[in-house]
């Protein structure tokens, strides 16, 4: 049933859902864009959701003292109660969630622990000892919003509502790294004591941004307790139906990128904070990050250990495969950050045709659904795609995503994203020669004539520069007919971590590692690497 075909007819109940959709745009405009993903006759339920937690924060969180806080919360919270009760409300936002609540029959009780883990934190700021307290209040505050999600998504398994509870979680964890400067000067934060004695730490210390070497050792304990515990959510889109799936994939991409966002700023967040990643009006490009020694100009990357991460996991190899594209983004928007000119990943090698047909399409199903839904985004973000490999023996729908994908963004500029799909270094070269071997035969070109710019002419990508930066994930040490032309000169860094994990904290390792290399391509001075260069306009794409 639409919901524009159950509400007809009911006087003010859909101005009360505008109100909702209204309110969620202007002060939650991520989750709003998120939210215009689900189907038409979700959205106004979860607008309505959102709304009610966003009013409620607001009344426990905004404006005069803390006592006055509690008397708001408490008006609040009776009238909740009144309105779960009787099945309606004079107040819009609250009339559309408790509308919601009856239609969908969502769990009151989930409702009650949301509202008591607001008024304890309007009462008194927050102090956790321990991780397993910190993730106490966040399951409070943030897993019940995604457990009152849930049955609007079809979620009603139980295993399925705990990792959606655990994304609650790691969303809310986002909201305080994006808060932290206003909360640290309110005197509130959200990190374990345990872990700041740990480092001889105190909160003034925070609040100050001094002491930088102990405050981003702080940041990287958070970081790396909640991407553990991400993994274990990667799963979750998916578990629902196909429908549902592009809001989740969002809401756990956008967690990533923000972790990753913590982890490029490090001690900075405790003065900065985190910009969201979309306004109501779209993405934003953010700009280059200055505090970086040296950036190659062109990385390589070697996307290994999707299986053996599913496996760690006790996971499906499909799995292993889904998880992966979020490492794709994270990447792509990690050189963005840092000022990367091209990006060139090995995604299918002409090697891994010797996989079993389950894996294979399972494989090209990702893929494609990971172009379908990252078009637009990569776009706005002023990245270009290129496909490099064969393109006769690919699947032809995905054939045609990647070809559309190149063409949509062939003017963009900011970056260059070259996808090896289907590609194998040796034939890269036979077919090149071939093909300097016909224009040869036909008088085209004179054989004693030939040298290396009329073979990369011949090649699947001409123009792609030569390799600054070769990264190779999960362990193995060897490049797998990987872009032998251009790796001539490159450095390489072989990091242990399998692809689902590797995020900005193993990037800028890998740039660390590079920095240090001397580069004298066969000579006796080294060249110097390329310094991060000046941010570009922060303006909408």
């Not at 990508?461 to 040490?477: C, F, H, M, N």
């Amino acid at each position: 049933m639409m919901i524009d075909e159950s509400l007809s007819g009911t006087s003010g109940l859909r101005e009360s859902y505008d109100v909702c959709e209204a309110l969620t745009r202007q002060f939650h405009a991520p989750m709003w864009r998120a939210t215009e993903l689900l189907p038409a006759s979700v959205r106004p339920h979860m607008h309505a959701v959102n709304a009610f937690v966003l009013r409620t924060d607001t009344i426990a969180d905004k404006g005069g003292t803390a006592a006055e806080r509690e008397r708001r919360l408490a008006r609040w919270y009776s009238a909740t109660r009144e309105g779960l009760r009787s099945g309606g409300s004079g107040d819009p936002v609250l009339r559309a969630f408790v509308d919601t609540v009856w239609r969908w029959d969502l769990d009151r009780v989930v409702i009650e622990e949301l509202l008591s883990t607001l008024e304890a934190d309007c009462v008194s700021p927050p102090v956790f000892e321990t991780f397993h307290d910190q993730r106490r209040y966040l399951r409070g505050a943030g897993g019940t919003t995604f457990e009152l999600w849930s049955p609007l998504l079809g979620m009603r398994d139980p295993e399925v509502l705990a990792l959606a509870s655990l994304l609650g979680e790691a969303g809310q964890a986002v909201d305080n790294f994006e808060d932290m400067p206003q909360d640290l000067a309110a005197d509130r934060c959200y990190l374990p004591r345990a872990d700041l004695r740990t480092l001889g730490l105190e909160v003034r210390d925070l609040q100050c941004g001094e002491r930088p070497g102990a405050l981003a050792e702080l940041v990287r304990t958070q970081l790396g307790r909640w991407n553990a515990l991400l993994e274990q959510v990667a799963p979750v889109t998916g578990m629902v139906e196909r429908e549902y799936q592009p809001f989740l994939h969002v809401l756990v991409l956008g967690v990533h990128l923000q972790f990753d966002e913590t982890a490029l700023r490090q001690e900075r967040v405790f003065t900065q904070g985190l910009e969201p990643l979309v306004s109501a009006d779209g993405a934003f490009r953010r700009p280059v990050w200055p505090h970086v020694e040296a950036v190659p100009e062109h990385v390589a990357v070697i996307m290994d250990g999707n299986r053996r991460w599913a496996m760690g996991q006790g996971q499906p190899v499909f799995r292993g495969h889904q998880a992966g594209q979020w490492s794709v983004a994270r990447l792509g928007n990690a050189a963005l950050r840092l000022g990367v000119r091209h990006l060139t990943l090995y995604a299918f090698s002409t090697e891994n045709w010797a996989r079993s047909q389950k894996e294979l399409d399972a494989l090209f199903e990702i893929m494609g659904e990971a172009l379908a839904r990252g078009a637009e985004w990569l776009h706005d973000l002023g990245v270009r795609v290129r496909w490099c490999g064969r393109r006769d023996r690919i699947d032809p729908s995905l054939a045609s995503e990647l070809t559309l994908l190149e063409s949509m963004t062939s003017n963009n500029e900011t970056l260059t994203l070259t996808v090896c799909v289907d590609y194998g270094g040796r034939e890269e070269l036979v077919e090149a020669a071939r093909a300097l071997a016909a224009e040869a035969a036909c008088g085209a070109i004179r054989p004693e004539d030939i040298g290396p710019a009329d073979l990369e002419r011949n090649m699947y990508a001409p123009g792609l520069p030569d390799v600054d930066l070769l990264i190779r994930t999960s362990g193995e040490q060897r490049i797998s007919n990987f872009l032998p032309w251009h790796l001539a000169y490159t450095e390489m860094v072989f990091d242990p971590t399998p692809w689902p994990s590797f995020g900005m904290e193993q990037l800028r390792k890998a740039f660390t590692v590079y920095a240090g290399r001397q580069r004298r391509f066969g000579g006796t001075l080294p060249a110097p690497a390329r310094p991060a260069e000046p941010a570009p306009s922060t303006e909408p794409a």
